[in-house]
């Protein structure tokens, strides 16, 4: 096995931050998901919608 490099150690984010990112992520997902594809991705146009599920038919 290797050692974990020290840089890998260290969270990109803290608790807090995770657990609100989660709570949005579950309360307002479009929002949410719209925001995380704009902030990591680049995209020729903007969308329409950010999701199209039926949750009652998964």
Same mark, same amino acid.
Request: aromatic share 16%.
């Given at each position: 096995?290797?050692? &974990?490099?020290? #840089? +890998?150690?260290?969270?990109?984010?803290?608790? =807090?931050?995770? *657990?609100?990112?989660?709570?949005?992520? &579950?309360?307002? #997902? +479009?929002?949410?998901?719209?925001?995380?594809? =704009?902030?990591? *991705?680049?995209?020729?146009?903007?969308?329409?919608?950010? #999701?199209?599920?039926?949750?009652?038919?998964?």
């Amino acid at each position: 096995m290797y050692p &974990i490099a020290k #840089s +890998d150690r260290t969270p990109l984010i803290d608790e =807090k931050t995770y *657990l609100a990112m989660y709570q949005e992520s &579950i309360e307002n #997902s +479009d929002v949410f998901w719209s925001k995380k594809a =704009k902030e990591f *991705l680049d995209w020729d146009k903007d969308w329409d919608s950010t #999701s199209n599920v039926d949750y009652t038919r998964v």
